[in-house]
């Protein structure tokens, strides 16, 4: 599994992911880059709320709870945690 | 003996309030920005014979994204022109909390750097390069310990040179592609002629470029009876700045 590219929405609980490209579009991007999801950066799938969404990650040393929207048009590489 | 004004700047939990509470201990006061519902706290502090008056501006990531407090405090910083900008990062994770900075320093030369919680950086294994980080960003950097009452002094040293004018710096230049920099180009002239020279002609440009429309709003509240519309079909240029 590690290794793979996946959207952020889809990686499991407790995997680190390296970003590897950002498709969000206009002013949401400028705040996702402000917040530390930049390309190259770790994030970390902290938790899930009960119905899925919103997902906490956490990335730059804080915790940021993203809705699926956002995170599915965001990539990442797999280099660990979370394969169960 | 004189009066400088210092606005603290930085991302939320950086421990800025920590060091706001330090310097200016029991001679402070909360207030109200002026139309908007965001809180902020004033206060003073002395530092050989210079009294400063410290204005505790919210947390915020960023000046661009439009977010009450984030407005509030970009439209301190250009418009109200403190003395100096005191720019606050946590240590232990710069590269996000440069973002704010560089952000700052677009917008003014008259800043300093104060990195704090440098005690929990060292605890972790990061090790600052002063010397590095102030010549890339070509202001003072202090590096301190709020909490750990560690380098006030220095900082206070740095906060002087900025403000009584010993030190000088031209705001960063930060060069973008080629199509955003000829955007810029572009408008700049049609900024200065629109806000004089008062303001950052090519910071404005920028959001312009970015299509920042609250920007927009402020300036034309800051500005009173001056139309600045020609500046707004300028925006329909279609290049979108994201960087």
């Excluded at chain 1, 579009?25 to 390309?39: H, I, K, P, T, Y």
């Excluded at chain 2, 014979?49 to 977010?67: E, Q």
């Excluded at chain 2, 090790?127 to 590096?143: H, N």
């Amino acid at each position: 599994m590690a290794g793979a590219v996946i959207p952020l929405s889809e990686a499991v609980n407790g995997s680190k992911l390296v970003i590897s490209s950002i498709e969000v579009q206009g002013v949401l991007r400028r705040r996702l880059l402000d917040l530390g999801f930049v390309v190259g950066n770790a994030v970390e799938v902290l938790r899930r709320s009960p119905l899925g969404d919103p997902t906490a990650f956490r990335v730059s040393n804080t915790t940021i709870a993203l809705r699926r929207e956002e995170s599915e048009l965001i990539y990442g590489t797999l280099i660990g945690g979370g394969d169960k | 003996m004189s009066q400088f004004t210092v606005a603290f700047a930085g991302n939320p939990n950086t421990g800025k309030s920590t060091l706001f509470n330090l310097l200016t201990g029991l001679r402070q006061h909360t207030g109200n920005w002026a139309g908007k519902t965001v809180i902020t706290a004033e206060g003073e502090f002395t530092h050989n014979n210079h009294t400063y008056r410290a204005v505790d501006l919210p947390g915020t990531y960023s000046l661009y994204s439009n977010s009450a407090d984030e407005e509030a405090a970009r439209d301190y910083i250009i418009f109200e022109e403190p003395d100096v900008t005191l720019v606050v990062l946590d240590a232990t994770s710069l590269e996000r909390n440069l973002n704010l900075a560089l952000q700052v320093l677009e917008i003014t030369g008259r800043a300093v750097i104060c990195i704090n919680l440098i005690d929990e950086a060292r605890r972790l294994g990061i090790d600052i390069d002063l010397k590095a980080i102030s010549k890339r960003l070509g202001v003072p950097v202090a590096v301190i310990s709020a909490r750990g009452k560690i380098g006030i002094e220095a900082l206070l040293d740095q906060i002087e040179r900025v403000a009584t004018g010993a030190f000088t710096a031209q705001p960063l230049r930060i060069s973008y592609s080629d199509e955003i920099e000829q955007g810029i180009a572009e408008l700049i002239p049609m900024v200065e002629q629109t806000v004089g020279s008062r303001y950052p002609a090519r910071w404005i440009a920028l959001r312009l470029l970015d299509g920042d429309d609250s920007l927009l709003t402020s300036l034309k509240a800051h500005m009173g009876r001056q139309n600045i519309s020609g500046t707004k079909e300028v925006m329909a240029h279609g290049v979108t700045a994201c960087h």
